[in-house]
C-alpha cells in the first residue's frame, strides 16, 4: 500500500524537527522518517565528554528554548537528546522512528519515497539526512599496514575505553589526527585523563578562537556573512576567518597546560605507529581519525543530482535539478550555520515557506 502526503521529511534529527515545526506552521501534511529507533538523532551517539559551544538558551530549535544548565554550564550530548525527545513530543511531530528511507524517485508530478516498511508519495521532500552516517577518513600511505585499533569520531566513547585490562598504571598510546572541534575536543579528553599518551595531529597549524567566542558569537558571524553576500557586498569570510577550533573548558585546559600542542600530519602509517617527515617515528597503540563527514545522500542517488564533492547544487536549500526537493541541515551549503541547532530553525522556515508557496500554484 502507498501512502500519501504533501510532504515528507527524511531524518528526524534536528534538521528534521525543525523542518515538522515550520511545515506545520504552514498548515501543511506532512510525515518525518527517521532510521533511529529512538528520538535525539546523532546526538544519542556522541562521546561522554562532549559539550555545546554554547549555553541551552543559544543552542534551541524554534518555538522552544532549551532548558538552562546549572549555573549556565554548556549542555551535553545527553541534555540534547533530552530536549530533542520533549520537542518531538511538546508538537506532536509524526516522526516515524525505526524506518530508513531507501530512495527517492520521481514519478510524473510527485515524488515516490521507498522505505523498508513501506511506499511514500509526496508532493514535495526535505532531505534532513545529516552526516553523521558517513564518516570519512583519509586515504593515507600505510593505512592498511597498522595493526592498532583505529576508530573515527563516531565511535569515541571516553579515555577508558584505551584501559589495559588488569594494569592501571600502564599507559596507551593514541593518536588523534584532526584539526577541527572534535579533533581538540577528543585530544583534550585523552590528554586531561593521563592515562594515555596523547600525539595530537592537524594538517595545519590549529587556530583556536578567542576564549570569550562561543556558538553565540558564532551564529551572529554565519548570520553577517549571509547578509553581506545577500546584499552583493564582499564575503566577510564568516567563521573560517575566525579560527577553526572553540576553546570550550575542556580545551582551554588541556590547552593551558601544555598538554595539546599539535604536530604536522605524519607521512603515513606504519604497521606499529606513524612516521613523519623528517624520518621520526611515533608508536601507537591506537589511531582516533577526527577526520570529518560527508553527507549521507545515497537515498537520493535516482534522481542523478550530485556534482562535485558529492554535493547537491542548491539555491538556499532547494535543489537546483528537482524543485520538489529541499536539503536541509548539511552544512552552509544548504544554509549559513544550517547543521547546528541554532542555525537550523531558519533554513527550516525558509524550505518551508517554499514547499508551501509551491504545493499552491
Known sequence: ??????????????????????????????????????????????????????????????????????????????????????????????????????????????LVVETDTGTWRARAVISATGTWSRPFVPAVPGRGRFTGRQLHTVSYRCPADFAIP????????????GGGNSGAQIAADLALDGGVQVTWVTRRPPRFLPDDIDGRALFDVATARRRALEQGRGD???????????????????????????KPMFTRLTATGARWADGGHTCADAIVWCTGFRPALAHLAPLDLRGPRGHIATAGTRALGEPRLHLLGYGDWTGPASATLIGVGRAARDAARDIALLLSD
Open 236 to 262: 566577510t569570510g564568516g567563521v573560517a576567518s575566525l579560527g577553526d577550533i572553540v576553546a570550550v573548558p575542556p580545551v582551554r585546559a588541556a590547552r593551558d597546560a601544555g598538554r595539546l600542542s599539535a
Open 1 to 110: 500500500m502507498t501512502r500519501h502526503t504533501d510532504v515528507v521529511v527524511v531524518g528526524g534529527g534536528q534538521a528534521g524537527l525543525a523542518a515538522g515545526y515550520h511545515l506545520r506552521r504552514q498548515g501543511l501534511d506532512f510525515a518525518v522518517l527517521d532510521a533511529d529507533p529512538e528520538p535525539g538523532g546523532s546526538w544519542r551517539y556522541m562521546w561522554d565528554s562532549l559539550r555545546l559551544f554554547s549555553p541551552a538558551e543559544h543552542s534551541s530549535l524554534p518555538g522552544r528554548l532549551m532548558p538552562a544548565r546549572p549555573c549556565g554550564t554548556y549542555p551535553g550530548a545527553g541534555h540534547v537528546v533530552a530536549y530533542l525527545s520533549d520537542y518531538e513530543k511538546r508538537y506532536d511531530l509524526p516522526v516515524q522512528h525505526g524506518t530508513r528511507v531507501d530512495a527517492v524517485c520521481r514519478d510524473g508530478d510527485g
Open 166 to 177: 588488569g594494569d592501571r598504571s600502564a599507559r596507551r598510546s593514541v593518536i588523534v589526527v
